[in-house]
């Protein structure tokens, strides 16, 4: 049947009562998920300089309460992926970013210089390499401690809590900064030894450990090394909430990966995003069939239903930490995943 | 600090590395949910002929799969609410809509006429006032029985599953329609009691019953009527899952409500949105502060976070079914409601 | 190496500081589950003048609190078998046995008149052939209604709660019989019908359906029958917790099973033990060898472990109710089933 | 109405059809737990020469699997409590404890030398203060290094798998011991750390990590005592499954206490019975009214229900390992405490 001009004026008819004819909504019968977003690669030896420059631009604490840079997928508006945004930001010594709390969780994945993530009452240490948790709804702040800036990466889900229109914000009332309620390490003492404190159970949906130390989780990495490499994900640990076994947020998982010298994975693909950033060493991927080389601190972004592949140069042993919204399929069986 | 040439410049660069400042990122400190969707009504009397009409212009199985008109929220290209679509479907006698399966999942409120949907090799018997569930790779056709036009209301999760970049869909290898594999009403015998099989557990992760029957359904809130009703949400029955107790599908929840006579809700607001279609009697709603008036068969979407009343006609007992997006907020704990 | 005097007095000395040697504890290296409890028939022809006989003998509320006739296996001095206890019990038209709570749990399957069990507030209408239950600190009573003797079979986990040393036991405070708190029926009204009331989720370790009413189980049993028997278990259903899909109460799991006229099922056994009710119809068992002829009424201990199979006379339909102590075994990953 | 000759006749014919009238049944309306066991001390210097003397009266492996003596209940042929039972094992340089599995599941707190339990084909190294694990059904041996004599705390759930009617045994098929699948250490190596495996989730309902180390624990458990003490259980951790977050075993808990020297707690009972082993230091337990003296190694039962307090020597830091049968009461809501 042609479209002829009764056609038309039915198809107008619709429009005007806000229906669509099914069998003319685009991506109805798509075989596949149609992903927007493009891999992309952002660079340390570039974003630095701007970061600190930012520092000139505007007054932490004054002028915002963050100084963090946010990366976004070039596809888009905003969001690094369509469910994750992940950015540097800076604490200059000196700088406090003041206590605030919103629904979207974030995770930090301290790059350099050291300083407290206060997270409702705990001060956490941050040293290169730690993974920080600041769980949806917690009060925190982050207040820089010695000599040298303080750096690192933020991930966040603040595209998915957008969406789902249920993105709340609140300032710490009252004053700029929460007060201290422990002493700093206390969640690492009390859930970080695969032990955890008999007398009061945790109950909230959020791992309780705050802190997972570089220096365990990296030797853990090693020793599981020496296990041998699974080949489309090398060798790869995933932080887990002590108390469920689980993801260590209910939007977010984290992983840390190691690739030998020399060594590259197999072709991969799933339903999650997932942003990697280069704590170690020198390679490159292929993403989508487009080739990224990087270097320590970059961060790039592999989109939904995207093959890739990672290669750790010559002589360079690889440590990659990766953020990824895999936990916000699985309670629906939308993840799903191809090897090559 | 102004925003001199030279900031102007620092933007800018910013941009060409695909990075954005947070502090000038619309929208980080919103204290709540910004909603783009607005509450909408879409009425029986104005698109039912509608639908007839498109009979006219397209062929069912020809043309197309599904004769299906999709409600749009006026906001936006396609959705009904951010996260759900609702529209009409019509199969006319002697015709069948082709099978096929996709990762959105879907139910259907049966509003006239009667037929078989087959679900995974199971004839579901379609009669008004049941609700039947279609999950998330299920095989499923729909076939016209008896002598009048088949409408029923859709419901399916698709804005959420392609915004997750989720969506797959194929259609049934070789032929159009699906082998029978078991009798009509065949999952009704096994779950339908307050029992279960006890041989052979059911593992998958949506509702086994694949038909909830409008008789049952109706005299269950009828019984609980007695009990009382409450001032927000009247007399209210979750449609459940009988093998968790939790909602029929993962990603959507399902309820059948009465209003007696004359009666109203008082304000209520969620995170989560809704589509409500009115089964029986004749009323109205306020959303968002906009009155509209229903009748039997209209349908409406009430976005997240927006208050709601509804108020049944003196003499007008009132049923609304409606579907919910809720299950996709709760395992992240981003479920908030409000009550006025 | 024999036994010497030397070794006598060893042994001797262990004892003496309430240490056995591993070595010579009997049953160690037991490849199976050593069952000291036998099959065992209870026969209403001869239990039942014994019941009425006992309303002469003690005054209900008077002297005890229940007139409750237990089976105890002949292999022991108390319980049906080593988990579950099970018995008659009789209300005289006047009568009520009084309230009180303890940590058992307990169900009860109808056998002839009529009255309310009243738990936790709430009149439960008991007919024959359904099934109620009072859960672990309920508070429940039963009262007499109509002009027949109300009879029905106890079933509880009296032994395993007293062999966890966890049994605690309260009469109702102030007064013989609780207040009520809601109608008769409102569990079946809340829960009954595949749907549950949206507004408050239960969340007690328990069904929150009092009453499995006999006409809509058996009726759920002749359907299901339609679609064909096991060879091991014929055609069963498990009544099941509405808001869990899982067993009624968190020690005991209760079935209805139906036996085609003058069809058999083949041997099985299981690490669980069950008691069975024979609601209709007449037949036999096979139990660890030894034949066992039942009439309507009767009930039957089957221990852990022990081969079984049963058979319906010719002519007779044969429904059969059973309660078991699988839902103990699970947690544990202790139950094992083997098929012959 | 007292016990005629017609009532002694009546009570005589329930007898003969296994039937007990529940009004005369004792213990129906306790209104606590009766519990039999008593508190119990095993003394080290007691029974450390016993062991090393079984060494000259049964050759390990020749005539028995294990040389270990159980430590029984005084009020009990068998059993440490109802359900646990505890006991010491020796074995000395060059011998083996032959391959074999069983349902009751068991831990091991090692005491002195060193060596290794193979565990389902990985090797564990054993060494003072390390909790191992072998769970119901793990094939597992236990193989001498070094010089010195190999000695553990067992602990196992015997009693209560064999009340269950659950208890399968089996020897390793055709030789002695099984083969070894993986490196020493590692579950400790994919576990041990606060991070899983990404690859590889873990399915079985016990903890895949084999070995809790004495560092590592006794570590955790000192900083924990920085943050201060519970006055009923002083400074207590549990050994958790890193995948669930829960017990170590589906029948048993662990735990890991730390009393400053000098200090005391205060009464407490549950419905649990535990086994305490005094890992380090000296001092006294008051249980059921009565006071037990205590040195390192020593081990002693607290039975379900009964009141109990601990303290330490002046002068002595005293660090306790204890059982518990907790995981046994969970599933049914039968765990309940009572602090003083």
Chains 1, 2, 3, 4 share one sequence.
């Not at 508006?77 to 540097?88: D, I, R, S």
């Not at 994945?109 to 941050?126: C, I, K, Q, R």
């Not at 730690?130 to 991930?155: A, C, F, K, N, Q």
């Not at 916000?328 to 069986?333: I, S, Y």
Request: proline share 8%; aromatic share 10%.
């Amino acid at each position: 049947m042609e479209s002829t001009a009764r056609d038309q004026r039915f198809y107008q008819r619709l429009a005007e009562v806000a229906v669509a004819p099914l069998w003319r909504i685009p991506g109805t019968t798509d075989p596949e998920p149609v992903v927007d977003e493009v891999p992309h690669l952002w660079r340390w030896r570039e974003l630095a300089p701007l970061l600190f420059e930012a520092a000139e631009v505007m007054d932490l604490g004054e002028e915002a309460e963050r100084r963090a840079l946010n990366a976004y997928n070039p596809s888009r508006k905003f969001g690094t992926t369509h469910n994750l945004v992940a950015g540097y930001q800076l604490v200059l010594p000196g700088e406090e970013a003041p206590t605030h709390r919103h629904t979207p969780g974030a995770i930090r994945f301290m790059l350099s210089g050291s300083g407290h993530t206060v997270v409702d009452g705990e001060p956490v240490l941050m040293e290169p390499g730690d993974l920080v948790l600041t769980p949806s709804l917690t009060w925190h702040d982050h207040r820089h401690v010695g000599d040298e800036p303080m750096i690192w990466l933020d991930g966040l889900d603040v595209p998915f809590v957008k969406a789902m229109r249920a993105g709340f914000y609140e300032d710490y009332p009252g004053r700029e900064l929460q007060a201290l309620l422990t002493s700093e390490g206390d969640s690492v003492r009390r859930y970080g030894a695969g032990l955890a404190p008999a007398n009061d159970p945790w109950a909230k949906p959020y791992s309780p450990l705050m802190n997972y130390k570089w220096s365990t989780a990296y030797e853990a990495l090693r020793r599981l090394a020496e296990a041998g490499a699974d080949p489309h994900e090398a060798v790869r640990l995933e932080y887990v909430n002590p108390v469920t076994g689980g993801h260590v947020l209910p939007t977010m998982a984290c992983y840390l990966q190691l690739l030998v010298a020399g060594t590259a994975t197999r072709g991969l693909r799933h339903t999650s995003s997932t942003v990697f950033c280069v704590v170690r060493g020198s390679g490159h991927s292929v993403i989508g069939g487009k080739r990224f080389d990087w270097e320590t601190n970059d961060f790039f972004a592999v989109p939904s239903w995207t093959w890739y592949e990672h290669a750790a140069d010559p002589g360079e042993e690889v440590v990659l930490f990766s953020m990824s919204d895999r936990p916000m399929l699985e309670p629906f069986a939308l993840y799903r995943e191809q090897r090559a």
